[in-house]
C-alpha cells in the first residue's frame, strides 16, 4: 500500500483502498457511456419484509422489489436523516439514527465508505460543508456539533473541534462564502459560530420562544455584514446581525394580520437573495423582504376538503426556480404547488400518494427534484408538470436528499436506513 492511499470499508464489507486521485479529484463530466443500473436482485437484501408491501386478499405479504438505483450506501443501522454533498470532491456524508456520521465516494459503484466522524452519541439530523470543503459540521439530537478537518486532499478527515451548547439541535446551515455556521435548538436559542483560525462563537440570540425550525444567511456578498434570519414555531421571523447579536427586525402577530403561523420551513431566492418565502403548519406562506423585513405577501396555499385532516396543509418544502418567475409548496397532503411570482397563484399541482419531504430545483434549470413519504424521487418539468424520473428503491419514506452533477445524480436519505444513489439523464 503506497503513503497515498488509505484504508477503508466499501459497502459490502470487504477491505479495499482508495487512491488519493480518486478523491481529490473533482468529479468527471458524464459522458454517453452512462453507468448502468444495478440489477433489481442486487438489492434485495435491503428489503425488511416486517415494513415493506402490503397484503393481498388472502393475506399474503406482497413486497416491491422494483430498483432503478445505480448504487447504494448500507452501512447505517437506523434511518438516514440528512444528506449532504461536498462542493468539489466526490463525497457525502449521511447521518443517521444509529448516533453515526458516516462520509462515502459518490463517484464509484458501489460506493465506498472514507470515515466515520465519530463522537456523536444521539440522531445525527443535520450539517453541512463550509463553502470551501475545508470542514465538515454535522449535528445531532443531543446537541452535540463535531466539526471535522479535511486531512490529505479528502482521503481523511481529522476532529478540528466540537461543541454542545443546547439539549437538541434543530437545524445546521454553514455561510456560503465565509467560515461560518449557524444553529437553531428546541429551546429556540440561535446560535452563530466562527470556525477558523479556531471555533469561536460570534453569537447566541434568544428572541423565539418555542422551537427554531429553520435559518438563512441573507445578504451574504456584503462581506462587512454577517446577517441570519430564523424562524420559529411560536410564528415569529428574526433578521439577526450576528456581530452584535441585536434583532434587525422581528415579525410576528403585528406584521401577519393577527395571526402566528407555526413556521415549519424557509427558503431564500437563489438569483435574488433579499426575497425569502416562509412557510406554515398550517399552510400560510409568506413572501419576505429579508432586507427590511416586509411583508411582500400572505396568504394560505390550500383550503382543505371535509375529509383532509388539518395537518395536510402543513407546508414542509419550498424552493424557488432560477429561471422563471416560479416557487414550489409542498405539502404533507402531498401535493406540489407551482406558484406563479407575479400573480401568487397556482400554475399547476403536481399530486402524489404521501408527504412531500423536500423540494429543489436544479440549478440554473427549470428541474424540480422532489422526494415523499412513499419512497420515491422525483424529477419534474416545472414548465410543463411532466414527470421526467422516478426512482424507486426505497420500502420507507426519503426524509432527505442532494443533487450532484448537475441534477444526472441523486442522492437519496431513507428511513430503513439505506442512501440510493439514481442516475438519471
Not at 436523516?81 to 458516516?102: E, I, Q, R, S
Not at 404533507?332 to 401568487?344: A, E, I, P, Y
Not at 422532489?370 to 420507507?396: A, P
Amino acid at each position: 500500500m503506497s503513503e497515498e492511499s488509505t484504508h477503508i470499508v466499501s459497502s459490502n464489507g470487504q477491505d479495499d483502498y482508495i487512491e488519493a486521485t480518486e478523491v481529490a479529484e473533482e468529479v468527471a463530466p458524464i459522458t454517453d457511456d452512462a453507468p448502468e443500473p444495478v440489477d433489481d436482485d442486487s438489492d434485495a437484501e435491503m428489503v425488511d419484509e416486517d415494513e415493506a408491501g402490503e397484503y393481498d386478499a388472502e393475506g399474503n405479504l406482497t413486497i416491491d422489489m422494483s430498483n432503478n438505483s445505480w448504487g447504494y450506501f448500507d452501512q447505517h443501522s437506523d434511518s438516514i436523516f440528512t444528506v449532504f454533498t461536498h462542493p468539489t470532491l466526490p463525497l457525502a456524508v449521511t447521518g443517521g439514527g444509529d448516533n453515526t456520521a458516516y462520509m462515502w465516494t459518490t463517484h464509484k459503484q458501489p460506493p465506498q465508505m472514507v470515515t466515520e466522524l465519530k463522537g456523536h452519541k444521539e440522531s445525527v439530523i443535520c450539517g453541512g460543508f463550509t463553502f470551501d470543503g475545508e470542514f465538515a459540521v454535522t449535528g445531532d439530537m443531543n446537541g452535540k456539533i463535531l466539526i471535522h478537518q479535511l486531512a490529505k486532499k479528502g482521503q481523511q478527515w481529522q476532529l478540528f473541534a466540537e461543541l454542545e451548547e443546547v439539549e437538541e439541535v434543530c437545524w445546521i446551515v454553514t455561510h456560503p462564502t465565509q467560515p461560518v455556521f449557524a444553529f437553531g435548538a428546541a429551546d429556540g436559542s440561535v446560535w452563530v459560530y466562527q470556525i477558523t483560525p479556531q471555533l469561536e462563537q460570534i453569537m447566541s440570540g434568544f428572541s423565539h420562544q418555542d422551537v427554531c425550525n429553520g435559518g438563512r444567511f441573507v445578504n451574504v456578498e456584503d462581506l462587512d455584514s454577517l446577517t441570519l434570519v430564523t424562524i420559529s414555531e411560536d410564528g415569529s421571523i428574526v433578521s439577526w446581525n450576528c456581530f452584535t447579536a441585536q434583532t434587525n427586525y422581528k415579525i410576528g402577530p403585528t406584521e401577519l394580520k393577527g395571526t402566528s403561523p407555526p413556521w415549519v420551513s424557509i427558503s431564500l431566492h437563489n438569483s435574488q437573495n433579499n426575497i425569502m418565502a416562509v412557510g406554515s403548519r398550517d399552510g400560510q406562506l409568506a413572501i419576505v423582504n429579508s432586507t427590511n423585513g416586509t411583508i411582500l405577501t400572505f396568504f394560505k396555499v390550500i383550503v382543505l376538503k371535509e375529509d383532509q385532516d388539518e395537518s395536510e396543509a402543513s407546508i414542509e418544502a419550498l424552493s424557488w426556480c432560477d429561471v422563471q418567475p416560479i416557487i414550489t409548496v409542498g405539502l404533507v397532503s402531498g401535493d406540489v404547488m407551482l406558484l406563479d411570482t407575479k400573480t401568487w397563484r397556482a400554475r399547476r399541482t403536481i399530486s402524489v400518494d404521501d408527504t412531500i419531504t423536500k423540494l429543489q430545483f436544479v440549478a440554473n434549470s427549470p428541474l424540480l427534484i422532489g422526494s415523499s413519504m412513499n419512497g420515491k424521487i422525483y424529477k419534474w418539468d416545472s414548465r410543463t408538470g411532466e414527470e421526467l424520473f422516478v426512482g424507486v428503491g426505497h420500502n420507507m419514506g426519503i426524509l432527505d436528499f442532494a443533487v450532484i452533477e448537475g441534477g444526472k445524480k441523486l442522492l437519496t436519505a431513507g428511513d430503513e436506513g439505506v442512501s440510493l444513489v439514481f442516475y438519471n439523464e
